[in-house]
């Protein structure tokens, strides 16, 4: 059963350089217990498509297409009722976790808060245990000290933790994680890793988690998503994606990623940067980085995500090799 299911997604918005096409018919779903990994460069348009899930964007954007939360269409709904979905079914980390704190309230207070409002304890002691379970879960030392503390009290490291803390709290059905982990050592993020997945086995959590690292994508997801240009340009089971990738994109962001076994190997870049997403390319969005480009319909037309072999899991969108599939 699929816990949240996104079709044709599109944000826009408009910029003083013109009509930013953000992202361009985003189309996946996320199973109970699944996780989907959204992998691409900055700028592909990640954070926004997720952020436009929850209503977060700024009042000026024009989000289209749909995005199912079980049974609730998440596009066009009232800001109340994405509130309830907000705090109650779906949890989400953010990028920048000061933004989601607020600076004169205790950690306690707002981990807490959730709690209440959604009844999901009976009464403010219940309220302050949980809370205090819920930081050591994620690895905080002295959680009970940090219930009275205040964010800015706090290390980064820290204060991403209770981040995660609050979006786990209510046990959500869904859990959107936007590089959660990014700034943890490896161990805390180890840590933050098996705690999420003892969610998804115990409550079935779906979840979608952007990240810039390759590895966690390979320990943790089950089905990978490669973002360039607002658009889907590759998905698959993280073993489809990584062992063959289809798309060129794919294949120069895997490139990126230091082989264990030559770590001494240096990273290899894409030639280019992303184009702005005021100003894509006209046909494939890709192509004027692609190292495989071939005639004329690269620059013109712009290629359909279809399958890559006969699994029904794996599709890209390319023009490259796809006479052989
Ligand atoms: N409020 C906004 N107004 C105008 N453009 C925006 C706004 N928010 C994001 N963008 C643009 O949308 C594009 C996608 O941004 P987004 O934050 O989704 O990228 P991302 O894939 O999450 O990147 P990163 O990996 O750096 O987090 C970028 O070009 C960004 O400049
Ligand atoms: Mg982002």
Same mark, same amino acid.
């Given at each position: 059963m699929s816990v949240l299911e996104?079709?044709?997604?599109?944000?826009?918005?408009?910029?003083?350089?013109?009509?930013?096409?953000?992202?361009?018919?985003?189309?996946?779903?996320?199973?109970?217990g699944e996780t989907v990994a959204i992998v691409g460069e900055s700028g592909s348009g990640?954070?926004?498509s997720v952020m436009a899930l929850l209503g977060l964007l700024p009042g000026h954007a024009r989000v289209g297409g749909s995005a199912r939360f079980e049974d609730r269409e998440l596009v066009g709904a009232s800001e109340s009722e994405l509130r309830t979905v907000r705090g109650n079914g779906i949890g989400m980390v953010f990028q920048d976790?000061?933004?989601?704190?607020?600076p004169v309230l205790t950690i306690g207070r707002q981990v807490?808060?959730?709690?209440?409002?959604?009844?999901?304890?009976?009464?403010?002691?219940?309220?302050?245990?949980?809370?205090?379970?819920?930081?050591?879960?994620?690895?905080?030392?002295d959680p009970?000290?940090?219930?009275?503390?205040?964010?800015?009290?706090?290390?980064?490291?820290?204060?991403?933790?209770?981040?995660?803390a609050i979006a786990l709290a209510g046990n $959500?059905? @869904?859990?959107?994680?936007? %590089?959660?982990?990014? #700034?943890?050592?490896? =161990?805390?993020q180890a840590q933050i890793l098996d705690l999420v997945a003892r969610l998804q086995d115990e409550h079935g959590t779906g979840v979608v988690w952007i990240t810039h690292d390759l590895g966690v994508v390979a320990g943790t997801a089950d089905r990978v998503l490669v973002m360039y240009g607002g658009r889907c340009v590759e998905d698959g089971t993280v073993q489809e994606v990584f062992?063959?990738?289809?798309?060129?994109?794919?294949?120069?962001?895997?490139?990126?990623? $230091?082989? @264990?076994?030559?770590?001494? %190997?240096?990273?290899? #870049?894409?030639?280019? =940067?992303?184009?702005?997403?005021?100003?894509?390319?006209?046909?494939?969005?890709?192509h004027p980085r692609c190292p495989v480009r071939g005639d004329a319909r690269c620059a013109t037309e712009q290629p359909p995500l279809v399958p890559v072999g006969s699994s029904g899991t794996h599709r890209a969108a390319t023009f490259y090799g796809l006479e052989e599939r």
């Open positions: 996104v079709r044709d997604l599109r944000v826009e918005l408009d910029t003083p350089r013109g009509t930013a096409h953000i992202v361009n018919g985003l189309d996946y779903t996320v199973d109970a990640k954070s926004v976790p000061m933004t989601s704190l607020n807490s808060e959730g709690l209440l409002a959604h009844r999901l304890v009976p009464s403010k002691k219940a309220a302050r245990e949980r809370a205090a379970d819920l930081l050591a879960d994620v690895g905080l030392p009970r000290g940090v219930l009275d503390r205040y964010p800015h009290q706090l290390s980064g490291g820290m204060r991403q933790r209770v981040v995660i $959500p059905r @869904l859990l959107i994680a936007d %590089e959660a982990t990014t #700034a943890l050592d490896v =161990t805390v062992d063959a990738p289809a798309h060129p994109y794919t294949r120069g962001l895997l490139g990126s990623l $230091p082989s @264990l076994e030559s770590p001494t %190997e240096d990273l290899v #870049a894409i030639p280019g =940067t992303p184009p702005p997403p005021t100003d894509l390319p006209p046909g494939c969005v890709f």
